[in-house]
C-alpha cells in the first residue's frame, strides 16, 4: 500500500496495475479536491463514510451538485468535470483506469499544476536544522551539537524523529560537531532513511537557519515539516496538509517571532523578535505545503538572517494558518531545565562536568565522549569482556551502542539474595586473575590521578579543603593534607592482581535476567592508566564497596543529598536502603573469607571518592570530598 499525502487529506493507494487503480481517499471535513476533469481515465468512487457535496457535470454540460452519503456512488467518465467537497471527514473508495496523472484542474485551492504531482507521491519529509553552534547552551554544547543535549536519556533530536513515521525521509541540516550527531541518527535509527546536508557557513555569526534551509531546497521539492533542531513539542503532530505554522502564546514577542491571527486562526501578519509584536510566537515547526511559494520567498529574502522572512508576507500564501502547539523551547539552559523538569528526566548516570553522555532510545544503549581514543579503548575493551557485555556491540569514532539487555539493575533489584547471587558469579569470573605485570601502571592510575583530580577540586573550592582539620558528621578528623601524607600508596602494589576488569562495578552497571538467571556488564571503563587488556581487580572491588556503602543510583537527584556546612563542621546524610546496609556487611565478610584485603578496599575506595569529587553537583562533590577524608583516615588508622 503505498499512502499520498493531499493538501485535502490523503490517499491510500491498495493496488495500481496495468487495468486498473484502486483507492481508499480520506478528505477532511471543510476542504474540497480540485475541480478537474479527465481525458482519459474512467473512475468510480462509493461512498464510505460521511457526507459529501458532489459536483458532476451531466451530459447536457450542467454541472450539478448533490449532497451525498455513505452508500452512494457515482461514475465520472471524461471528460466529465466533477468536484468533490467535504461537509464532514468522509472517506471514498474508487476505482479507475489506470491513467493516474490524467488530472486537468480547472480550480485548485493549493494551486498546484495539472498532472500527476510527483512531490505528493514522494515519501513525506522533515527538514531538521541542526548546523548551528547552540552557543546559549554553554557547557552543553562544548563538544557535540546542541541536537545530541539528552532529556530523559533521549537526545533532543530523538523527541523530534519519534514524532512523525518511519516511513518520512528526514533531511538534516549539518554543521558544527556534525560527525558525532550523524554517528547518533545512523546507530539509532539504521531502519529509517536519512539525507545530511552540510552547510558550508555554520561558523558564521551573521548565518541564519534560513541559510541552512535553503541548503537543503534539491531534497525537498515536494511538501514537507520544517524544524529547528532545539524545537520540543508535547502534542500529537499536525497533519502536513496545508501551509501552517506552530504557535505558542507568549508574553515576550521581543524574544520570539510572532504571528497576528484572524477568528479562523490564519496569519493575517508575521513580525521578528519586537516589543510591537504579537501574542503567538512562532515556535521553529512548520507545515510547508506550497513548497515552490516557500522556496522563492526565502530565496528572496536576505538568507543570511531569519528562517521566518519566508513568511513575512503571509498573503503570498493561499492559506497559511496557525496551529497552536505544547512546546518547549531549549534553546538556553533556563529552558533546558524546564523541559527536564516537565518529561520528568530520570539520567542513567550520574552527571558529570564532562563530555560524556549517556542515551538509552528503545532497547538500543549509546555512550558518547567527545574523546575518540576513550571510546576507541572502550571498543577494544568490549572483545576482552564479550562473554559478559550484551548483544549488538557497534562502535563509531565517538559513540558505542549495544542492546540493552532484558532484565533490570541490580540496584532496581534491592534484594540482598540477588545481591548474594552475584557474588558467588563474581567469584566465577576472578578465579582466574593473574599477578600484575606492570605494577608501575598502579602508580600512574591511583596517585596521579588523585593528585590531578585533587588539584581540580581545590581550584573549585579553595584550599582550606585540604588544609583545614573538619568535624565530620560529630567525629573529628586531621586534615586531609595530613591523612593523605599517611597513605601507604605502595602498598597498593602488594598482592594485588591483574584481571579483565569492569572498572566501575557498581550495581547500576549490573543487569539481572531473572528468567535466564544471567548477569551482564554494562558501561564498562575504557582503560586502567591507559592498559586495555585489563585493571587492578581491587579497584572493582572497592567500586562495588563504595557503591554499596553510597546508592549512586539514588544520588542522581540531589534531593537524596542533604549537607549543612560550617566553617570548620559538615554534617550530611543521604538516603540508602535497608537492604543495601545489610549486605555491604555480608561483602565485607566475603573479602575477608576470600582473603581480599579489607584495609586496602577501604583505602581505594577512598580514593574513588576523593577523584569523583570534581566532577559532578557542588553538594554531590563536596559530601564525596568528606566521605573520601573518612574512609581514608579509616583505612590508616586499621
Given at each position: 500500500?503505498?499512502?499520498?499525502?493531499?493538501?485535502?487529506?490523503?490517499?491510500?493507494?491498495?493496488e495500481?496495475?496495468?487495468k486498473?487503480c484502486?483507492?481508499r481517499?480520506?478528505?477532511n471535513?471543510g476542504?474540497?479536491?480540485?475541480y478537474?476533469?479527465h481525458?482519459?481515465?474512467r473512475?468510480?468512487?462509493s461512498?464510505?463514510?460521511g457526507?459529501a457535496e458532489?459536483?458532476?457535470?451531466n451530459?447536457?454540460?450542467?454541472?450539478?451538485?448533490k449532497?451525498?452519503?455513505?452508500?452512494e456512488?457515482?461514475?465520472?467518465?471524461p471528460?466529465k468535470?466533477h468536484?468533490?467537497?467535504?461537509?464532514?471527514?468522509i472517506?471514498?473508495q474508487?476505482v479507475s483506469?489506470?491513467?493516474v496523472?490524467?488530472?486537468?484542474?480547472l480550480?485548485d485551492d493549493?494551486?498546484?499544476?495539472?498532472?500527476?504531482?510527483?512531490?505528493?507521491h514522494s515519501s513525506?519529509a522533515?527538514l531538521?536544522l541542526?548546523?548551528g553552534?547552540g552557543?546559549?547552551l554553554?557547557?552543553h554544547?562544548?563538544s557535540k551539537?546542541?541536537?545530541?543535549?539528552s532529556i530523559?536519556?533521549?537526545?533532543?533530536i530523538?523527541?523530534?524523529i519519534?514524532k512523525?513515521p518511519?516511513n518520512y525521509d528526514?533531511?538534516v541540516a549539518?554543521g558544527y560537531?556534525?560527525?558525532?550527531?550523524?554517528e547518533y541518527?545512523k546507530?539509532?535509527y539504521?531502519?529509517?532513511k536519512?539525507?545530511?546536508?552540510?552547510?558550508?557557513?555554520?561558523e558564521d555569526?551573521?548565518?541564519?537557519?534560513?541559510?541552512s534551509?535553503?541548503?537543503?531546497?534539491?531534497?525537498l521539492?515536494?511538501?514537507f515539516?520544517?524544524?529547528?533542531?532545539?524545537c520540543l513539542?508535547?502534542s500529537e503532530?499536525?497533519?502536513?496538509?496545508g501551509n501552517?505554522?506552530?504557535?505558542h502564546?507568549?508574553?515576550?514577542?521581543?524574544k520570539?517571532?510572532?504571528a497576528?491571527?484572524?477568528e479562523?486562526n490564519?496569519v493575517?501578519?508575521f513580525i521578528?523578535?519586537?516589543?510591537?509584536?504579537?501574542d503567538?510566537?512562532?515556535?521553529?515547526l512548520a507545515?510547508?505545503w506550497d513548497?515552490?511559494?516557500f522556496?522563492k520567498q526565502l530565496?528572496?529574502s536576505n538568507?543570511?538572517?531569519?528562517l521566518?522572512s519566508?513568511?513575512?508576507?503571509?498573503s503570498i500564501?493561499p492559506?497559511?494558518?496557525?496551529?497552536?502547539l505544547k512546546?518547549?523551547?531549549?534553546?538556553?539552559?533556563?529552558?533546558?531545565?524546564?523541559?527536564?523538569?516537565?518529561?520528568?528526566?530520570?539520567?542513567l548516570?550520574?552527571h558529570?562536568?564532562?563530555?560524556?553522555?549517556t542515551?538509552?532510545?528503545g532497547n538500543?544503549?549509546?555512550k558518547?565522549n567527545?574523546?575518540?581514543?576513550?571510546?576507541?579503548n572502550?571498543?577494544?575493551?568490549?572483545?576482552?569482556l564479550h562473554?559478559?557485555?550484551?548483544n549488538n556491540?557497534k562502535?563509531?569514532?565517538?559513540f558505542?551502542?549495544?542492546?540493552w539487555e532484558?532484565?533490570?539493575?541490580l540496584?532496581e533489584y534491592?534484594?540482598?539474595?540477588?545481591?548474594?547471587?552475584?557474588?558467588?558469579?563474581?567469584k566465577?569470573v576472578?578465579d582466574?586473575c593473574?599477578k600484575?605485570?606492570n605494577?608501575?601502571?598502579?602508580?600512574?592510575?591511583?596517585?596521579?590521578?588523585?593528585?590531578?583530580?585533587?588539584?581540580v577540586?581545590?581550584k573549585?573550592y579553595?584550599?582550606?579543603y585540604?588544609?583545614?582539620?573538619?568535624?565530620?558528621?560529630?567525629?573529628?578528623?586531621p586534615?586531609?593534607k595530613?591523612?593523605?601524607?599517611?597513605?601507604d600508596?605502595?602498598?597498593?602494589k602488594e598482592?594485588s592482581?591483574?584481571?579483565a576488569?569492569?572498572?566501575?562495578?557498581?550495581?547500576?552497571?549490573i543487569?539481572y535476567?531473572?528468567?535466564?538467571?544471567?548477569?551482564t556488564?554494562i558501561?564498562?571503563r575504557e582503560?586502567?592508566?591507559?592498559s586495555?587488556?585489563?585493571g587492578?581487580l581491587y579497584y572493582?572491588?572497592?567500586?562495588?564497596?563504595?557503591?554499596c556503602?553510597?546508592?549512586?543510583?539514588?544520588?542522581?537527584?540531589d534531593?537524596?543529598?542533604?549537607?549543612?556546612?560550617g566553617?570548620?563542621t559538615?554534617?550530611?546524610?543521604?538516603?540508602?536502603?535497608d537492604?543495601l546496609?545489610?549486605?555491604t556487611k555480608n561483602?565485607?565478610?566475603w573479602?575477608v573469607?576470600?582473603?581480599?584485603d579489607i584495609n586496602k578496599?577501604?583505602?581505594?575506595?577512598?580514593?574513588?571518592y576523593l577523584?569523583?569529587?570534581p566532577?559532578?553537583?557542588?553538594?554531590f562533590?563536596k559530601m564525596?570530598?568528606?566521605?573520601?577524608t573518612?574512609?581514608?583516615y579509616?583505612?590508616?588508622?586499621?
Open positions: 500500500m503505498k499512502t499520498v499525502i493531499k493538501p485535502w487529506g490523503k490517499e491510500e493507494w491498495l495500481l496495475n496495468e486498473y484502486y483507492k481517499i480520506y478528505i471535513a476542504y474540497k479536491t480540485s478537474q476533469y481525458v482519459q481515465k473512475e468510480t468512487n461512498i464510505i463514510s457526507n458532489v459536483w458532476l457535470e451530459d447536457s454540460g450542467i454541472v450539478e451538485k449532497i451525498m452519503s455513505a452508500g456512488y457515482f461514475n465520472v467518465t471528460p468535470k468536484r468533490v467537497i467535504a461537509l464532514t471527514d472517506i471514498l474508487e483506469t489506470p491513467e496523472d490524467d488530472v486537468i484542474r480550480e493549493a494551486n498546484r499544476k495539472d498532472g500527476k504531482i510527483e512531490g505528493e513525506p522533515v531538521i541542526a548546523a553552534l552557543t546559549r554553554k557547557h554544547t562544548k551539537n546542541k541536537a545530541l543535549v530523559n536519556n533521549k537526545a533532543i530523538s523527541h523530534i519519534e512523525f518511519e528526514i533531511v549539518v560537531q556534525k560527525e558525532s550527531l550523524i541518527c546507530l539509532t539504521p531502519q529509517r536519512f539525507t545530511f546536508v552540510e552547510v558550508d557557513r555554520w555569526s551573521k548565518v541564519g537557519p534560513g541559510y534551509a535553503f541548503k537543503c531546497k534539491e531534497y521539492q515536494r511538501p515539516y520544517i524544524t529547528t533542531a532545539d513539542i508535547d503532530m499536525p497533519k502536513l496538509d501552517w505554522l506552530g504557535v502564546q507568549t508574553s515576550y514577542p521581543e520570539y517571532s510572532t497576528k491571527l484572524d479562523n490564519n493575517i501578519n521578528n523578535k519586537s516589543e510591537n509584536g504579537f503567538y510566537a512562532f515556535i521553529g507545515s510547508i513548497y515552490e511559494i522556496w530565496e528572496s538568507l543570511d538572517t531569519e521566518v519566508a513568511w513575512y508576507n503571509p500564501y492559506t497559511l494558518k496557525a496551529k497552536e512546546w518547549f523551547d531549549t534553546g538556553n539552559l533556563d529552558d533546558i531545565e524546564k523541559a527536564k523538569e516537565h518529561f520528568k528526566d530520570s539520567p548516570s550520574l558529570k562536568e564532562i563530555e560524556e553522555v542515551y538509552k532510545i538500543k544503549f549509546l558518547f567527545s574523546n575518540q581514543n576513550i571510546t576507541k572502550r571498543g577494544e575493551r568490549a572483545c576482552i562473554p559478559l557485555i550484551p556491540f562502535l563509531t569514532n565517538n558505542i551502542s549495544y542492546d532484558d532484565g533490570i539493575t540496584y534491592n534484594s540482598v539474595s540477588i545481591y548474594n547471587k552475584f557474588l558467588s558469579f563474581y566465577d576472578i582466574e593473574i600484575w605485570k605494577p608501575s601502571l598502579i602508580d600512574a592510575f591511583y596517585i596521579d590521578k588523585t593528585n590531578s583530580r585533587k588539584d577540586f581545590l573549585k579553595g584550599e582550606d585540604i588544609n583545614k582539620s573538619f568535624e565530620i558528621n560529630s567525629k573529628k578528623y586534615s586531609l595530613e591523612i593523605l601524607s599517611k597513605v600508596f605502595n602498598s597498593l598482592n592482581f591483574y584481571s576488569f569492569h572498572g566501575d562495578l557498581q550495581f547500576d552497571n543487569i535476567n531473572s528468567n535466564l538467571e544471567k548477569f556488564y558501561d564498562w582503560s586502567f592508566a591507559g586495555v587488556d585489563g587492578d572493582d572491588l572497592a567500586k562495588m564497596y563504595g557503591g556503602i553510597l546508592p549512586y543510583n539514588m544520588l542522581k537527584n534531593d537524596y543529598i542533604n549537607l549543612v556546612e566553617v570548620s559538615v554534617n550530611y546524610s543521604y538516603i540508602s536502603t537492604q546496609q545489610e549486605f561483602y565485607e565478610n573479602l573469607n576470600n582473603n581480599y578496599i577501604k583505602m581505594i575506595t577512598g580514593l574513588i577523584n569523583m569529587s566532577l559532578h553537583s557542588n553538594k562533590n564525596l570530598w568528606f566521605m573520601s573518612e574512609m581514608l579509616e583505612s590508616i588508622n586499621k
